[in-house]
């Protein structure tokens, strides 16, 4: 993984440095800059450089930049070209990847979270005010960094096409928060309900990531961006419910999960929301039981509860994971046509198969 | 005034509501859009609708249409392509209002306030993650409106100038609310950094309604556009003197303002800056501690507030106020052209005048 994430980290890096230097001009506002530059993990409380830049994955922009270069190749364009779209197509990254990170910083604030990479949240140091200016700052500076392909040939079309479809996804995600915390306020979530609020939580932006990846790469085409649209709606809603199966029955080796943890901390995800539906009825009166208690759950509660999710749901979920993994790689195939042999297509597809990994038992 | 507001209001109200009409397609988030025709006044908490909305005064849309009557006319354009532009400029209008309401929507969680237009602020309703994250949603809304335009004729390259112009704006906005909430935690203000932050916050949104309006009405004009971004930068800023001025020395007639308000609030504006800059020192200080003190002025305190403040203070926020109103006067005379005896030239003439008003001692 760390091939297909690492390839194009220093250019995304420099690009949204580039974005953020551009904005920061005024030593009056410096600090609304640099707490930016704190929660994207550049610099400490004091704004000073951190040895160990604490940056995240990298993902989104890393899927727009992969499926620029992937859908270039599929158009047959030539390296001179496909260098020309890889430089149109970084602004863009950055732009996801700022919209990305304006909204965990709101949703820590609204999910009272306190940690972020392991370092205090943005809110937890500045207070809320200021963390809610800064993720609006962050929203706009998102829009801003999108202009910048333009300066760098992207016809002005398509640069409306692209930023309609940023700014509907941003609609998207916001709509995904609202049934999200909609849905912590109700007892009957539908496994149904569960789907379309990660639909448009998590799986929207990776779907804008590809399809404006796609549409810079292969500005010509209308299958190519189509294709890799699908792929990355599949994507994400693999790559959510990966996190769901994690949550619960990850090994500790596996990164930043430890087993059963999202039942200790009673976080309704798939696993649990299917087996509320599906499990007989006494575990489901347990399940919720535990659920609604105002304490944590005992050592007794999570083995009772294992039990019940391995029964009814494990099976079932890594099934829906496999599901949404095969429909990545078909859409990815389709996108591809002649460059499958590409990078591009092998490190995609490298990526799948990932995060495909958990759907095994 | 009510002429110069009230003529556009049906067009604007109407446009709005195609917005979020466009928007709110599905059941599941039906709430979500509900919560932001509350805060625009179209509905009370139930999501039933108001018998008498209670929407604000639509000023910035009003300014973006009137602009781009007055610089159609300015540049010449005959009564059909008159129409075609305001007709382009209208979901123009609609982003820039919501692009305010957002800003308000985030502001009253930012600095408490419990009350907007005399109903609970949305926060006070639907609790602060619902609000941070609908005025999140109002915000990608805005700019989903403008693309609008596009459909309407707008051509490509002036939809970008116009969206880039729109997301800057954002941007000194939220660094002008920093600057607000920066000042609000320390004590030396002064006249020139509080007049930098109201230009941020304050006077950035006049001016891009103007700017937006002017390069809608003239596209092909570079001089028509730059003198109303002139003439709202100006009225923008005379605009926050007149509020601050009303909100010591009001009479109880003026609309929603009662005299010396901001001092019993103790709200840092324009002329109290000023004596805390400028009044002798023994005034200076007294003037600190009553601010600084926890409990609410005295009735004495007031009086004692008012003296130092007239004498100081208010003569010079009567020439600032009447300074930039001169400043609008003169814009606006450079963007009329042959347009002088226009009814736009007329009516945002007649803006300024009211607004110039409180200058007068």
């Not at 990305?100 to 005010?129: Q, T, Y």
């Not at 039942?263 to 929301?273: E, F, G, H, S, Y």
């Not at 050592?299 to 599901?323: F, M």
Request: with cysteine; net charge neutral.
């Amino acid at each position: 993984m760390q091939r297909v994430l690492g390839r194009f980290q220093d250019d995304i890096l420099s690009e949204l440095r580039r974005v953020l230097a551009g904005a920061d001009a005024d030593p009056l506002t410096r600090p609304f800059y640099g707490q930016m530059a704190y929660h994207l993990g550049w610099v400490d409380a004091q704004f000073q450089p951190l040895a160990q830049p604490a940056t995240g994955k990298l993902l989104r922009p890393a899927l727009v930049l992969w499926s620029c270069q992937l859908a270039a190749r599929a158009a047959g364009a030539d390296a001179v070209t496909q260098r020309q779209r890889h430089h149109q197509a970084l602004p863009a990254a950055a732009a996801v990847e700022l919209v990305h990170n304006f909204s965990l910083i709101h949703d820590d604030i609204e999910d009272g979270d306190r940690l972020r990479h392991g370092r205090p949240a943005l809110w937890c140091v500045w207070g809320e005010p200021q963390a809610i200016n800064t993720g609006d700052g962050m929203f706009a500076l998102a829009r801003l960094a999108l202009w910048e392909s333009v300066a760098r040939g992207l016809s002005a079309k398509k640069a409306i096409t692209l930023a309609s479809l940023l700014d509907a996804t941003c609609l998207r995600l916001c709509e995904g928060q609202y049934r999200d915390m909609a849905a912590e306020a109700s007892d009957d979530v539908t496994p149904d309900l569960y789907l379309d609020m990660i639909a448009r939580k998590t799986a929207a932006l990776m779907r804008a990531a590809t399809t404006i990846g796609g549409t810079i790469g292969a500005p010509a085409s209308k299958a190519i961006p189509a294709a890799l649209a699908q792929f990355g709606q599949a994507l994400g809603l693999a790559f959510q419910m990966r996190d769901d199966l994690l949550g619960i029955w990850a090994a500790h080796s596996e990164l930043g999960k430890s087993p059963a943890g999202d039942l200790r901390r009673k976080k309704v995800t798939l696993p649990v929301i299917h087996a509320l539906a599906h499990a007989p009825a006494a575990d489901r009166a347990r399940l919720r039981a535990i659920y609604r208690a105002s304490e944590a759950p005992s050592d007794a509660d999570i083995a009772y509860l294992l039990d019940v999710l391995e029964q009814t749901s494990h099976a079932w979920c890594r099934a829906q994971l496999a599901a949404q993994c095969a429909a990545a790689q078909t859409a990815l195939t389709h996108a591809c046509g002649p460059a499958s042999g590409s990078d591009a297509a092998e490190a995609l597809r490298a990526l799948v198969a990932y995060i495909a990994i958990a759907a095994r038992a």
